[in-house]
């Protein structure tokens, strides 16, 4: 037979082994995911280090940006200045076409008292004489309006053997470069006793000659404004050389349209 042999006097609390301490207090340490505590701290410490970084680089890119401004304020008034001198050269150069111009227009509308006599000598018929050429004022197409052509008239008078022959006249001058064809009409003409020299007037043996009857006109023409640089070949047959060759001068450097 066997015998038992149970020693219940170790399973008391007294007599359980203790544990042995080796000198220092034991931490224990929370076990688990550690990730979000990195990422707390990599926020808490990285946030203010990045913001630190930019508010420098904003700073630099501040006081940049504030230097181009600076830069380019400078350039705009200096841009100003120059624009401010190109307007009074503009201005300054404009007044001086203008007055050009003016003067061309001037020169254009010259008509030589050469070449209009010259064309008038070419015009008449052998059967009428000129008493007198004189310049007169503006023509005005209609009672109380005002003339259309500030160049002026001319006023002619003189005889003429017959009516038929002061209408070829005035058709003659009708067909003129140098006068406008729709003013140009006849004003007066009537019979009158043709003018003879004191030694044809005498009476001869009594007898007393009496004066033929001729005919006394007076024409008016407006002159024609169209610029003389349109007239050159007529002016060229009238021999008025020396216009001629200044507006030919004009047109060369573009003063006057060829």
């Known amino acids: 037979m066997y015998s038992l042999d149970v020693n219940f006097l170790k399973d008391r609390p007294a007599y359980q082994k203790k ?6 207090i034991a931490l224990k340490f929370p076990t688990g995911n550690f990730t979000p505590v990195y990422v707390g701290v990599a926020l808490g410490v990285g946030l203010p280090a990045l913001l630190g970084v930019a508010w420098w680089l904003l700073q630099g890119k501040i006081v940049e940006l504030e230097g181009t401004i600076a830069q380019l304020d400078q350039e705009s008034k200096r841009l ?12 300054e150069t404009n007044a001086i076409k203008g007055e050009t111009q003016a003067l061309v ?4 509308q010259i008509r030589p008292w050469s070449a209009m006599l010259q064309d008038l000598r070419d015009r008449i018929p052998k059967a009428v004489q000129i008493k007198s050429i004189k310049q007169i004022a503006p023509i005005a197409v209609a009672a109380g309006q005002p003339p259309n052509n500030p160049a002026g008239g001319l006023e002619i008078t003189g005889l003429a053997r017959s009516f038929n022959d002061v209408n070829d006249f005035l058709l003659s001058l009708q067909q003129s470069q140098f006068l406008k064809s729709t003013e140009t009409r006849i004003i007066t003409a009537g019979l009158v006793n ?10 001869l043996n009594g007898v007393t000659i009496k004066p033929p009857q001729v005919v006394e006109y007076t024409i008016q023409s407006s002159m024609n ?3 003389a640089s349109e007239l050159i070949r007529e002016l060229e047959k009238k021999g008025t050389v020396g216009l001629v060759t200044r507006i030919r001068s004009m047109q060369q450097i573009g003063v006057i349209p060829k």
């Open 225 to 227: 404004d169209v610029p």
């Open 19 to 24: 544990p042995e301490r080796k000198g220092g």
């Open 80 to 91: 100003d200045t120059e624009i401010g001198n190109l307007n009074k050269i503009k201005t």
């Open 105 to 108: 227009t001037v020169f254009d």
């Open 194 to 203: 043709a003018p003879l020299s004191a030694s044809v007037g005498q009476p």
